[in-house]
């Protein structure tokens, strides 16, 4: 039926729905702990790395709580044999989640704020410490053993709404 209708709705109705079903079926034998190289066309490629991104990072309805995109990351970098690696080097270098500005916290529990990207690494920028204004660069050896382990969050515009108290006024 969804072949159906892709094929409905794009010329190439065949590319397009090969492409769906490879990236679903190898998706679906790596949730079930099975990995099995295939060769898949690049779309395929594309499509599980950008839906496994989104699954990581998008609100839920049933729950607010959704992962940081530096999480979602180092997920899809720790399974090359799943994402393909080139497709994940390609996501990182448009989304620029670690962008000069943005802080971060660190597994010493540290914040720091992202001084310069990494071009090789997108975990492993410049840093200058909030602590004591230091310079850390974690494309250096020195500190192999520092890692970015999320962005810190500001607080959002989101009004929280008591709507007892609304009834009670009146609207």
């Known amino acids: 039926a ?3 209708l892709i094929e409905g709705v794009f010329l190439d109705g065949i590319s397009v729905r090969r492409i769906c079903y490879q990236a679903a079926r190898v998706q679906y034998e790596a949730d079930k702990g099975k990995i099995n ?7 395929a490629k594309i499509l599980m790395v950008a839906n496994r991104y989104d699954e990581i990072t998008a609100m839920q309805l049933d729950n607010n709580n959704s992962d940081s995109e530096v999480r979602a990351i180092k997920e899809l970098m ?3 044999q799943i994402y393909d690696p080139d497709v ?5 270098r448009v989304i620029h989640i670690l962008a ?3 802080s971060v ?13 990494n071009t090789r690494n997108i975990l492993r920028p410049t840093l200058l410490s909030f602590r004591d204004n230091s310079v850390i660069d974690l494309g250096l050896t020195d500190y192999s053993d520092l890692e970015i382990v999320d ?13 007892e108290k609304l009834k009670m006024a009146g609207f």
């Open 78 to 80: 720790d399974k090359p």
């Open 151 to 163: 962005v810190l969050k500001s607080l959002d515009n989101r009004c929280i709404i008591d709507y």
């Open 37 to 43: 190289p295939v060769k898949m066309v690049t779309g």
């Open 88 to 92: 994940v080097s390609a996501l990182t």
């Open 100 to 102: 000069p500005g943005v």
């Open 105 to 117: 916290i660190l597994n010493s529990d540290e914040k720091a704020l992202v001084l310069k990207e």
């Open 2 to 4: 969804a072949g159906s």
